[in-house]
């Protein structure tokens, strides 16, 4: 069974920095590529980037970029996102979705991290 | 970056009713296209991919389908538990876009 297991929900304080962890289990990790993506409460659903889990090479949304860092642990089949300086507009919940790359779409995702940016 | 135009923003249906949820890129996508449900609180579940091929484990009263350049979910004879909110992908080109969301209630 496929699972993605997310970190748990984070406070932090404006201008720092978040690494929020997926770690998943029961397909080859290797093999796929991982998306992280953003939604603000009530709001859509933004794509951040990816990472493709055998050797971490990387695509970003332009938005994004310099806000989000995408790595990879194979030994442990998990995927990171490094937020940085962050925000009030940061607030949110983040999933990290296995990337059918080929077919352009999210086959399963994690169950989401909520992230408070507040003082 | 590609928009997606999703309609209705919101529908309220009945039970057993058939509902179709229509999305419209804005430039060509082939088929790269998928629908997703949101129930509060969870992480969106893929229904549809490619345009028209259901996930696995997805009911078959949900369908897909592609018109020109338009796309469209329905769900037959509608349930209690597919009220939640429906999302179209669009995956052809970088940055992949969601559409804005329908909001599917019972009536």
């Not at chain 1, 971490?56 to 442990?76: E, H, I, R």
């Not at chain 1, 995927?79 to 607030?91: G, H, K, N």
């Not at chain 2, 669009?90 to 599917?104: D, E, I, M, R, V």
Request: glycine share 10%; charged share 15%.
């Amino acid at each position: 069974e496929v699972q993605l297991q997310q970190s748990g929900a984070e406070l932090v304080k404006p201008g720092a920095s978040v690494k929020l962890s997926c770690k998943t289990s029961g397909y080859t990790f290797s093999n796929y590529y991982m998306s992280w993506l953003k939604q603000m409460p009530g709001q859509n659903i933004e794509w951040i980037g990816n990472i493709y889990g055998g050797n971490g090479g990387t695509g970003y949304n332009q938005k994004f970029k310099g806000k989000a860092t995408l790595t990879v642990d194979k030994s442990s089949s998990t995927a990171y996102m490094d937020l940085s300086s962050l925000t009030s507009e940061d607030s949110a919940v983040y999933f990290c979705a296995r990337t059918q790359n080929w077919e352009g779409c999210f086959d399963y995702w994690g169950q989401g991290v909520m992230v408070t940016v507040s003082s | 970056d590609i928009q997606m135009t999703q309609s209705p923003a919101s529908l309220s249906a009945s039970l057993e009713e058939i509902v179709t949820i229509t999305c419209q890129p804005s430039q060509d996508i082939g088929n790269y296209l998928s629908w997703y449900q949101q129930k509060p609180g969870k992480s969106p579940q893929l229904l549809i991919h490619s345009a028209t091929s259901l996930a696995d484990g997805v009911p078959s009263r949900f369908s897909g389908s592609r018109s020109g350049t338009q796309y469209s979910l329905k769900i037959n004879r509608l349930q209690v538990e597919d009220t939640g909110i429906y999302y179209c992908l669009q995956g052809y080109s970088a940055p992949w876009t969601f559409g804005g969301g329908t909001k599917l209630e019972l009536k």
